[in-house]
């Protein structure tokens, strides 16, 4: 079993949409945990942190849910630039090793 | 204020030379990784240096890869000898030492080996 599993999609969303998706983690040790984005052929960029209690960044929310190891990505009022991959992140100790997981792709069209 | 900074951007040689991939990190960060993606295997870290000792090399593929880290402000990838099984974009990543800090990433190197 995979340490991060996610559903590689593709999520494909009307513009204007809500959509959300999980990402599950296997190591109850973890203790930070990350949404990047990737555009193609691009570098991946934080999206956001997720933090215990949830936390909200404009049309995004990040929500963890420790007892059942799992988090969560959800995008309101999906734009077409919301368009990319969404890796789910996961670190643990020692040090600030991050384990990536393979991606939810979302295509946002018109 | 510069993000990482990796060279070269693109890379394309015959299987059996040597490949040396550079990397300068965000100043203050005192954390360095690198990462080789494919399509296949997705994003795998290969290395981490903290205060520009290597911690953990599990994910090195095999004693072709070597991994230094000179001084705070440099590190460098070296495959000898490359395979075409090496192809993959090479990320350089830095963040600070101290829990949840995310990475930072650099462009990539884009590695081709024919």
């Known amino acids: 079993r995979k340490e991060v599993e996610q559903d590689p999609g593709p999520f494909n969303v009307p513009e204007g949409a809500t959509v959300a998706f999980n990402c599950t983690y296997s190591?109850?040790?973890?203790?930070?945990f990350f949404w990047y984005r990737q555009d193609c052929r691009k570098e991946p960029k934080l999206l956001m942190s997720v933090y215990s209690s949830g936390n909200e960044d404009g049309r995004f929310t990040a929500q963890l849910n420790r007892a059942s190891q799992y988090i969560s990505l959800l995008i309101r009022d999906s734009k077409l630039s919301d368009s990319a991959t969404y890796l789910c992140v996961v670190s643990r100790p020692p040090g600030n090793k991050l384990t990536f997981g393979g991606g939810t792709r979302v295509l946002v069209k018109p | 204020d510069a993000g990482v900074i990796q060279s070269p951007r693109h890379e394309v040689t015959e299987m059996g030379q040597e490949v040396t991939l550079r990397c300068k990190p965000i100043s203050g960060h005192n954390s360095l990784f690198w990462y080789r993606q494919t399509m296949m295997r997705g994003l795998e870290l290969l290395i981490y240096?903290?205060?520009?000792?290597?911690?953990?090399d599990s994910g090195m593929p095999e004693d072709r890869f070597s991994a230094k880290m000179p001084n705070a402000s440099f590190s460098t990838l070296k495959i000898q000898p490359s395979e075409p099984r090496d192809s993959a974009v090479y990320f350089c990543?830095?963040?600070?030492?101290?829990?949840?800090?995310?990475?930072?990433f650099g462009d990539g190197t884009r590695l081709s080996i024919l």
């Open positions: 990543a830095s963040s600070l030492q101290t829990g949840n800090q995310p990475q930072h």
């Open positions: 240096f903290n205060n520009n000792v290597p911690i953990d």
């Open positions: 190591n109850s040790a973890s203790q930070s």
